[in-house]
């Protein structure tokens, strides 16, 4: 990004100098990356806005307006803008990056596809890149694309939790079990807290059979989110197959507590009378 770095300046300092000398083309650009630095958007697209009609074929500033209907979700302006940037400089990957994300949030996912190739082809370590085609790629069901650009990420950026997540439930779904849940156990190395993974490793046990190891990771599922509704069901279950009515009743009024206002409220409160007339018998 062109952003520069305003040091020793404040946002009013600018300002003051730029009454004095409205005309100072260079300060006005400082005092705009200002605003956008600090989120003062449509400050910054006034300023950018008066460069332009000044400047009209500056890349830096068309490119720069693109971010702030990007940072404003108005995906349409900002693709206009960005693919103004990369008809004036089509060999720079920022540019590519940018168009090829607005283009993701409007839905055009064949389109931002080949913006993401064209990116990684000016770029090939822009993992975000890699990441953010793999799971187009994954979108569109094709999978080995998919696994490669996620192994790829990896291999730039080791610490992105979420290139090892959809790498896991790639290798999840091809059968690669242990591989699979390699990948979740590096994940949580990375970040203890990932409710997520702690879910999926544990229906992996649970589809092994493997009951114990199953409930280990279920109830690390929700010492990371309490709110998890899905595992306090699934841990109810478990617990009623080993007879245990009370452990089963106790985690479905924890998953009252902690869900107050759901959806599921009827079905957890069915669920306890079911399990105390069982109980009774």
Known sequence: MFMTKIKNSTIKELEQKLEQNPSDFKLRKLYAEALLDNGFLEDALNQYKKLLKIFPDSVEIIFNIGII????NKFEEAKTYFEKAVSLSPEDPDFRYNLAFVLDKKGEIDEAIKEYQKTLELNPED?????NLGYLYKVKNKFELAKKHFEITLQINPQDIYARFNL???YKREGKIEKSLQEYKELLKISPDYSWAYFNIGCIYYEQDKLDQAMEYFTKTIEANPKDIE?????????LNKDNYKQAIDYLKTA???NPESDDFKYLT???EEIKKLLKK
Do not use: D, G, P
């Not at 209907?69 to 404003?72: L, V």
């Not at 993992?127 to 990441?131: K, Q």
């Not at 595992?231 to 617990?239: E, F, P, Q």
């Open 69 to 72: 209907f990007e940072k404003q």
């Open 127 to 131: 993992s975000n890149a890699h990441f």
């Open 168 to 170: 896991a439930c790639e």
């Open 231 to 239: 595992v306090y069901k699934i841990m109810s279950y478990l617990a």
């Open 256 to 258: 009252l507590l902690q």
């Open 270 to 272: 069915s669920k306890i």
